[in-house]
């Protein structure tokens, strides 16, 4: 038997009360049931068993009572566990003694080497000083301008434009040397030549036949020194360069091949009898040339003073002697 004032849950629910708006709805509905049933006596609040707190809690919607369920978090693994890494220490040196010479601006200590104050950081040696070896933090390295090459390629330059200015206005000595500079050579035939002694088979004239396999030899074995070689101009020439030819022929020498001229004197003779003398030293083997410039030269004489693989059993050759002029054209 239930209790007087306990609420019955389940007595039935009263109506719900209407809102303004529907006031109009609630009462024709009531006027119609009322025409159809008869008047009806309300009953009241204690008598029904539910409190009018319960039923206006049972009216006002719940937050969140309608809400969709959180969705379920999937599990996870335990992580792998992983060693620490070791950590690398690298070796410090030890702090220097600050026991070297006081700053002359802040009277600190600083080790010996410091450029620089530990205190106040100004230099420590002078600025104009140069004890150190080379440039340190926050100096900038001096430029060494090598002066002495650029005075010589202006001596040069200087020399250079002088011979050619020389040249183009017509001073004799400089307008001869640049026009031989740049003349152009033509071979001058001998008409005459003489040598001081020959050997059998190698006469003089083999030296001037333009032949490198026929050569004159000088008849004595050893360097032969003082033997000579002279050649002789038909007509004053314009003399340049002299083409030597050493040994027996123009390709190297071999063991069995004849002495070759080492040092000789070469004497040039003008047509005013004056004698151009030039002490020469060649190579062992190959057709070398030699600057010899004299105007008006009438005759060349070669006089040896010692030679290559001069032996008792071998006397100096030479295989061709050649001449060189400027050209007219």
């Given at each position: 038997m239930p209790q007087q004032g306990a609420e019955d849950p389940t007595a039935p629910l009263p109506p719900a009360a209407p809102h303004d708006g529907d006031e109009g709805r609630g009462r024709s509905a009531q006027d119609s049931q009322a025409g159809q049933s008869g008047p009806s006596t309300p009953r009241p609040a204690g008598e029904q068993g539910i409190s009018e707190t319960g039923i206006r809690a049972l009216l006002v919607p719940v937050?969140?009572?309608n809400a969709a369920p959180p969705p379920e978090t999937p599990g996870v693994l335990p992580g792998r566990p992983e060693a620490a890494r070791p950590k690398v220490r690298t070796p410090q040196a030890a702090p220097e003694p600050e026991n070297g010479a006081p700053c002359r601006s802040c009277s600190a200590l600083n080790a010996p080497g410091r450029y620089f104050c530990r205190s106040c950081a100004i230099p420590l040696a002078e600025p104009a000083a140069e004890t150190a070896e080379g440039p340190y933090a926050g100096q900038?390295?001096?430029?060494?301008?090598?002066?002495?090459?650029?005075?010589?390629?202006?001596?040069?330059?200087?020399?250079?434009?002088a011979a050619v200015v020389g040249g183009i206005i017509g001073v004799p000595p400089a307008a001869r040397a640049v026009q031989d500079h740049f003349a152009k050579r033509v071979p001058v035939p001998a008409s005459k030549w003489k040598a001081s002694h020959s050997g059998p088979g190698h006469d003089a004239?083999?030296?001037?036949d333009t032949y490198s396999n026929t050569w004159w030899g000088t008849g004595y074995s050893g360097n032969s020194n003082g033997q000579y070689l002279e050649a002789t101009f038909g007509q004053p020439t314009d003399l340049l360069n002299v083409l030597i030819t050493p040994g027996a022929s123009a390709r190297p020498p071999q063991a069995a091949d004849p002495a070759r001229p080492h040092e000789f004197d070469l004497v040039v003779t003008d047509t005013a009898a004056k004698q151009h003398i030039w002490h020469l030293r060649i190579n062992d083997g190959g057709a070398q040339k030699l600057d010899v410039p004299v105007r008006n030269a009438m005759s060349v004489r070669l006089v040896?003073?010692?030679?290559?693989?001069a032996t008792d059993e071998k006397q100096v050759a030479i295989a061709e002697m050649e001449f060189f002029s400027r050209s007219t054209r």
């Open positions: 937050p969140g009572a900038r390295p001096r430029l060494h301008r090598n002066r002495t090459k650029w005075i010589t390629r202006a001596v040069v330059a200087a020399v250079i434009a004239k083999l030296a001037f040896l003073r010692s030679a290559y693989g």
